[in-house]
């Protein structure tokens, strides 16, 4: 009988040592939390866990101190826990929420999420972070309709008004991206991220001032801001402002003397002042730290081009297809390459694969046309032309070498359609007289043939002398 109460006693004592210890434990946790000691809190509150698995408390701040330390999934796991403890509780499942979308699990973060909406509709951090969810999987007319009801809440929260510029910009909305970052930045005039995304629609507006100007007042909020710096040298060198870009590139370098884009940007400023073996030593660079950085092999192949290594620049251009087959400026270099070859079917082939990709590369329409020509396909060639001209800059050029075609049909008075449009556009366009006077010949109008011959001669044209001597008594 006294065993059976010492041990009874014994129990007792021991079911109170456990109680006593697991509130010990998330007292001594506390503590430390408080104290900034987070790894030493996280060993006690794991503890107290251990002895009282539906201890509230210390799941709540075991899961905040997880998430502090960078360990989202734990963090997760412990408001899963609470959740399943405490159903009802929309605030675990918005904190949960918020380490998912560090997980990048954008979806289950969104369940969380609408969960929390779908209690409090005006809850305006969660539909910041639903919107943010959105936006990050590309859903961006999602992303929108969530940050307008933000705004409707918050008008002056300038991330919202930045992050849905971004959207529309994905969605093509040029103007009304423009107008929310202008309104982010009326609300926040230190947020560089706005400045960097006005720059960047503004170059797409062709305002290339305007985007300098932006990218430059981002470094004057954040001076080290490695992406401003790399976007005004990318302006300069399309502005031709290649020692500038050097500058620029170089800037970034020295802050990060690791990033890859900001020698390949220097490669290129270097090819295009024509110091080409500097060139190759900058993208060289660039590829030591990301091999399959696809401009990057582009440079070099139009470096060894110009070098004459046709064998090591057709490697590269090689290279730059195969990380990206659809890569226009690559396709139409090697079509060029071939064309110089004389490989006029190959070289055909190369320039329709360009076309299937772009539809209005004129150089492509260009030497296509061309290539058709030394196939005897004048019909093809004429087709590419009659493609080509209505939004052709060269028109001249376009026009001329369909005249051209046209006379090798015998067809001289579409040729006469195309000369006269050139000679109203050029009146000293010698060459054109010369095939104009060649088109009045096929018609048999032998005076103004002649007259043309000799206006081409008084402009300069040598072969019009040749024509004078036969056609012209």
């Known amino acids: 009988m006294k065993n059976l109460v010492f ?20 007292t001594s946790g506390l503590l ?6 987070f790894k030493g ?29 960078g360990d989202y999934l734990g963090a997760s796991n412990d408001y899963s826990r609470l959740i399943e403890l405490f159903p009802d509780e929309m605030k675990y499942y918005f904190k949960r929420s918020a380490n998912y979308i560090h997980l990048k699990q954008f979806q289950e973060a969104i369940k969380d999420l609408d969960k929390v909406i779908n209690k409090d509709q005006t809850h305006k951090e969660a539909f910041f972070y639903r919107a943010n969810c959105y936006r990050n ?42 107008n929310d970052f202008n309104q982010a930045l009326a609300y926040d005039k230190q947020l560089v991220d ?22 430059k007042t981002a470094i004057t909020w954040q ?35 690791k990033k890859s884009e900001a020698y390949l940007i220097k490669g290129m ?41 046709t064998t090591k620049g057709l490697k590269s251009l090689d290279k730059t297809l195969s990380l990206n087959e659809k890569h226009e400026e690559a396709l139409l270099t090697k079509g060029l390459i071939l064309f110089a070859q004389e490989n006029w079917e190959e070289a055909k082939e190369q320039f329709t694969i360009v076309i299937q990709i772009n539809g209005k590369n004129e150089k492509a329409l260009f030497k296509r046309s061309s290539c058709k020509k030394e196939l005897n396909d004048i019909d093809g060639a004429i087709e590419d032309l009659n493609t080509l001209i209505p939004f052709t800059i060269d028109l001249i050029d376009a ?40 088109s009045y010949v096929g018609l048999e109008k032998t005076e103004m043939a002649c007259k043309d011959f000799q206006k081409s001669l008084d402009l300069g044209s040598k072969i019009a002398t040749d024509a004078i001597r036969e056609f012209c008594p």
């Open 399 to 438: 026009l001329y070498e369909r005249a051209v075609l046209y006379n090798l049909k015998n067809n001289f008075n579409e040729a006469l359609k195309d000369l006269n449009k050139i000679i109203s556009i050029d009146v000293n366009h010698a060459k054109s007289y010369y095939l104009r006077g060649m």
């Open 269 to 309: 400023a270097l090819k295009h002042i024509t110091e080409y073996e500097n060139s190759l030593l900058a993208l060289d660079k660039a590829l030591s730290f990301e091999p399959n950085l696809e401009e990057a092999h582009f440079y070099k192949s139009l470096n060894y081009l110009i070098l004459k290594d």
């Open 32 to 37: 430390k939390h408080e104290q900034g000691d």
């Open 137 to 178: 999987l590309g859903l961006n007319k999602f992303a929108i309709e969530d940050y307008n009801k933000l705004i409707s809440f918050e008008e002056n929260h300038a991330m919202a008004w930045n992050y849905r510029g971004e959207c529309k910009l994905k969605e093509n909305d040029t103007k009304g991206a423009l």
């Open 194 to 215: 706005a400045y960097l995304n006005r720059g960047e629609v503004k170059m797409k507006m062709n305002d290339k001032n305007g985007a300098l100007e932006d990218f």
């Open 223 to 257: 001076p080290k801001n490695i992406d401003a710096y790399l976007k005004m040298a990318r302006i300069k060198i399309n502005n031709r402002s290649y020692k500038e870009a050097i500058i620029d590139a170089d800037q970034a370098i020295k802050l990060d003397d």
């Open 41 to 69: 809190a996280l060993v006690d509150y794991t503890k107290a866990i251990e002895l009282d698995g539906e201890d509230e408390d210390a799941l709540l701040n075991r899961a905040v101190i997880l998430q502090r330390l």
């Open 7 to 26: 041990s009874c006693l014994y129990l007792f004592f021991l079911f109170n040592l456990y109680c006593q210890t697991a509130e010990e434990y998330y």
